[in-house]
């Protein structure tokens, strides 16, 4: 995997196009997917080993989005990156599609489901857990969200993940410091997170999860010792690279008209700023 | 080594791909850890990982077999067997121990009394009540020949309590039928009850009554046909079981009893709220579960078919 930033910056832009896209008629998350979408671009183009062609190549890494709910960052990557048709994105939330707000396996490049939060970092485990027993090399990345460590599920699976010495997976928190309608540290207070990580045994990094030289200089310093699993904490911004909806607790699902999203588009581009009038869902 | 200590040696010596994962369970296998090494995890008191592992492995090509307490298996890791193991249809057995009555001195935080009809109601999940270690360590057996999602209550007596061949597991057990067509009673139970059922059938032959005991180990997917023949033959259908009434099997029998338009007399001999702890034989009798409440419950129907019914609410204290 050869790391090229120009790249990276080129093809996040046309993934958040693509999760605008996908933000209206019915909508998704789209500030949780603005948030990991470089993430995503970043660790696709130059950290996993998987392609389009090795999706069943049993040495291929696997990555899983346990906060379900950003897949438009991870379709829009896919689309990308040639995994699935640019054009099946317009599928969204059709019924005879599998292109949802939550990740599907029947869609190519998604290795398990989600939805609830809370499970995936215990799935990861497993197939980690099997990949030693294998003798293979590959790695087992788990996306969370910093709203789904409220889950205590979570927490058990990082003692159990210790437990087990399982160096070969990585868990990274998109740390957007929202979760739904309000900032994590409001509600349930997360930090010093890196502090508790390294309590649970796990070897800790923090980066900036929007600069691309910082996240690869991160990665690639991976594994940071043997013998524990890593977690690299990612702090980002909800709705990140459209000012409009950046950081505001309303916009958290967002459906807006089929002219918000023509001038959130060019907002990310550097333009105009969007005039926003559709509600927004406020659950807390 | 028990039989199944046997088994899970014998198998992980000869399939790679089987695992054995427990959530600090360990007493029915204490002997095994030394054979298995690491196709041996013990996860400690986390059943939700342990799910989730398992779904993990399972995905890598494993076949995977989950041991915890029967209640925490399928309550506090509900949601993991849902969407981990019962959506992707992997192939996780989840063996889940002293299910329903074996529970117990427990008291109602222990006792698996709604496991069944939790694990029934998911698509894609199987359920086996085996009523001994034989069929238990058979059933398992033929699990591992082919894999799929199936919850187990745990019954490990040593007795064996039918001597026919042991068939598929799909299918229910005619246990005894001396009349062999057109009996009084169809009893039907499964698990731990068995013994307890044969006892009271053999107490109301002897009493001139005649029974058809049918033992259904497999409670998903069903024998609807042997159901629908003891429904259409007998005067009247019990169902005898260490389960709430409402979502286990009396509640499958009476869905069948719809489906097939078969207007029949069906009773239940079950539990309608969490039982009172002690030692097991008490809290047979006192749950009406023994082979005596059994057999004079019954008789009592049939003496009056009009006779009213157990109450069937919430509200009987425990």
């Not at chain 2, 992980?12 to 427990?22: G, N, Q």
């Not at chain 2, 986390?46 to 090509?61: D, H, I």
């Not at chain 2, 074996?102 to 009394?113: C, F, K, R, V």
């Not at chain 2, 007998?234 to 005898?240: D, E, K, P, R």
Request: glycine share 8%; charged share 20%.
């Amino acid at each position: 995997m050869t790391y090229d930033r120009g790249r990276c910056e080129e093809i996040s832009i046309r993934v958040r196009e693509h999760i605008l896209a996908m933000s209206t008629d019915g909508g998704c998350f789209t500030g949780a997917s603005l948030s990991c979408a470089d993430l995503l671009v970043y660790l696709y183009t130059s950290y996993l080993n998987v392609q389009p062609d090795t999706l069943k190549d049993p040495n291929r890494d696997i990555l899983l989005l346990s906060k379900g709910h950003d897949v438009p960052a991870l379709y829009g990557t896919f689309a990308e990156l040639g995994f699935i048709e640019r054009e099946r994105l317009a599928n969204h939330l059709d019924c005879n599609d599998h292109i949802y707000w939550h990740p599907n396996r029947a869609v190519p490049g998604v290795e398990f489901h989600s939805g609830s939060l809370g499970h995936l970092l215990s799935v990861g485990m497993g197939m980690a857990l099997s990949i030693r027993m294998e003798q293979r090399a590959s790695r087992v990345v788990v996306i969370l969200g910093d709203g789904e460590l409220n889950e205590g599920s979570i927490w058990e699976a990082f003692q159990v993940a210790h437990a087990l010495h399982l160096d070969n997976l990585i868990a990274i928190v998109d740390r957007n410091w929202f979760q739904a309608n309000v900032r994590t540290e409001e509600l349930i207070p997360l930090e010093p997170l890196d502090e508790k990580f390294r309590a649970f045994g796990w070897n800790t990094a923090r980066v900036d999860g929007h600069d691309f030289d910082a996240l690869h200089a991160c990665m690639s310093s991976l594994p940071l010792g043997t013998g524990r699993p890593t977690v690299v904490i990612a702090d980002t911004m909800r709705g990140k690279g459209v000012p409009s909806i950046q950081e505001r607790p309303d916009r958290w699902f967002c459906n807006f008209t089929h002219d918000e999203v023509a001038q959130l588009t060019d907002e990310l581009h550097g333009n105009a700023v969007a005039t926003l009038v559709s509600p927004t869902l406020i659950v807390r | 080594m028990n039989r199944y200590e046997l088994l899970l040696r014998d198998r992980c010596a000869i399939d790679p791909r089987v695992m054995v994962l427990t959530a600090e369970n360990r007493g029915h296998m204490r002997n095994v850890p030394q054979y298995l090494g690491d196709r041996f995890v013990d996860v400690g008191i986390a059943e939700q990982t342990m799910l989730g592992m398992a779904a993990g492995l399972a995905s890598r090509g494993r076949v995977v077999i989950v041991h915890a307490l029967a209640a925490f298996l399928t309550l506090r890791a509900f949601e993991f067997i849902r969407d981990d193991v019962a959506i992707p249809n992997l192939p996780v057995i989840m063996v889940g121990m002293v299910p329903g009555i074996l529970s117990d001195g427990n008291g109602p935080t222990h006792q698996a009394i709604d496991d069944v009809g939790l694990m029934r109601g998911l698509p894609n999940v199987g359920v086996f009540a085996p009523a001994d270690e034989e069929e238990f360590v058979e059933g398992m057996a033929e699990l591992l020949d082919n894999p799929r999602p199936c919850y187990v209550r745990y019954v490990g007596t040593p007795t064996s309590y039918y001597r026919e061949e042991r068939t598929t597991l799909h299918r229910g057990v005619v246990v005894c039928d001396e009349r062999e067509c057109c009996p009084e009673v169809a009893l039907l139970t499964y698990g731990a009850m068995l013994p307890h059922a044969l006892l009271a059938a053999q107490k109301l032959e002897q009493q001139g009554v005649s029974v058809r005991l049918i033992h259904m180990p497999m409670l998903a997917p069903l024998d609807e046909a042997i159901i629908v023949e003891a429904l259409n033959d007998a005067t009247m259908t019990v169902i005898v079981e260490d389960h709430l009434i409402r979502s286990g099997l009396y509640s499958a029998v009476c869905e069948i009893a719809v489906r097939h338009r078969i207007a029949a007399a069906i009773h239940p001999i079950g539990l309608m709220t969490w039982f009172p702890a002690g030692r097991l034989p008490q809290v047979l009798r006192v749950t009406g579960l023994d082979a005596d409440s059994i057999a004079s419950r019954i008789r009592t129907l049939l003496n009056n078919e009009s006779a009213p019914e157990r109450p069937t609410s919430d509200e009987i204290p425990a």
